[in-house]
């Protein structure tokens, strides 16, 4: 009796240390490798859909989330300088979204097969669709390029399609016909399925320092010298520079901008304080003789930025201004954290805009993992919902 326990612990534990790998191993392929083979997070729902036993399927997910978070780790403890803070951070994040997949779960298929766009919906809408990001629907850009909101009801029926064809195989058997299934779809790719830009703006990239946690006015007033300087000198009129670009912005900073040449246009992020304690991160317009708040930041990053307990850190408008007006275009602006969200990409696509922006300061991030999710993001649901996409970001 004793070796036939020891027997299932080894086989449990071995089977627990795979739902590890696998889950870490379709995070890395499908977040850091070529764009299509984003499909393969699409394993992540046939595991929800065929894992017979909820420990599993709570590794498989965990670890996917994990990995594919792991910049916030290090990102986190380079801004706070501080390592459990950045653990707890990243830590619970996967665990609540983890959380949504496994309480959700059923062990009968039939009733996982019920409960699926539930659980989906879950993921996607606040509070939890605030801290779910790398969800697996993004896949639908893949297979269903430019279809917008029926490519996404066309891949949930894909993947309902196929969870029945499959169902009556064994496991090793649905893994095999599972990945040829993505390996074949990501080979027959349209590469030239992207959407061209028709340069309604310029984005610029730039290496600029900051410091943590802190205003810091004549490191502002330096930064926007350099970027004065970098859009009179470019052959463009309308720029786009990357979040926190102006820094604190007040009615001082447009001393600065009045040397901007009269024919061009920065759009530019700022952080616009409302009192000692609160701030608003906005995308600003500035010519050399005017300045606008053109959007608000819908969703910042919660508990480090957004402290919704107190009247303290960045102000949510998470419904607000899901789509801006700007020379005369209906413009999506997705700033930083709102970049790696469904919900607020669904959001925005709702209201129709003509193209997207996404800019983003990263000077905090060692690990560069941010800024491909980010990327990767961006031009799928562009590619989805046939937009134009233009990021800035400061590494």
């Known amino acids: 009796m004793r070796k036939i326990l020891e027997k299932i612990a080894h086989v449990q534990f071995f089977n627990q240390i795979a739902s590890i790998l696998v889950g870490v191993i379709i995070a890395y392929i499908s977040w850091n490798l070529s764009i299509e083979l984003t499909l393969s997070s699409s394993l992540l729902f046939f595991a929800y859909l065929f894992i017979g036993q909820r420990v599993y399927l ?36 996967s665990f ?69 064809i499959i169902k009556r195989y064994k496991p090793f058997k649905q893994s095999i016909i599972l990945t040829l299934i993505m390996v074949f779809i990501a080979l027959i790719y349209n590469q030239n399925a992207k959407i061209e830009n028709s340069q309604k703006l310029h984005p610029i990239n730039s290496n600029l320092l900051y410091k943590n946690q802190a205003i810091d006015f004549i490191g502002d007033y330096r930064r926007q010298k350099k970027l004065l300087l970098v859009a009179n000198n470019s052959k463009y009129n309308q720029l786009l520079f ?17 040397n901007l040449d009269k024919n061009k246009t920065v759009l530019a992020g700022a952080t616009i304080y409302k009192n000692q304690n609160s701030y608003d991160n906005v995308l600003m317009e500035i010519t050399n003789s005017s300045h606008k708040i053109l959007y608000k930041q ?46 607020t990409y669904l959001h925005t696509m709702f209201y129709n805009p003509d193209y997207i922006i996404g800019i983003s300061n990263l000077w905090w991030v060692e690990d560069n993992s941010i800024e491909k999710i980010q990327k990767r993001s961006l031009k799928l649901w562009s590619l989805l919902f046939k937009k134009e996409v233009y990021f800035s970001v400061n590494r």
Not at 140 to 161: C, D, H, M, R
Not at 242 to 258: C, D, P
């Open 58 to 93: 709570f590794l498989v997910v965990l670890s996917y989330y994990l990995f594919a978070s792991r910049g916030l780790l290090i990102g986190t403890q380079n801004y706070y300088e501080s390592f459990y803070i950045a653990l707890l951070f990243w830590i619970s994040a």
């Open 96 to 164: 609540l979204t983890t959380l949504v997949w496994v309480v959700v779960w059923s062990s009968l298929f039939k009733k996982r097969l019920y409960l699926f766009p539930f659980m989906l919906t879950l993921l996607i809408i606040p509070p939890i669709g605030f801290i779910s990001w790398v969800n697996p629907i993004i896949s639908s850009a893949i297979i269903f390029p430019k279809q917008g909101f029926l490519g996404i009801a066309f891949y949930l029926l894909f993947v309902y399609i196929t969870a029945l």
């Open 242 to 258: 990357h979040e926190n670009a102006l820094g604190v912005f007040s009615l001082n900073s447009m001393m600065i901008w009045e």
């Open 298 to 343: 819908r969703v910042p990053v919660p508990i480090s930025m957004w402290k919704f307990w107190i009247e303290q850190g960045a102000n949510a408008y998470p419904f607000y201004n899901p789509i801006i007006e700007h020379n005369k275009s209906r413009v999506g602006v997705f700033i930083c954290y709102e970049q790696l969200l469904t919900y």
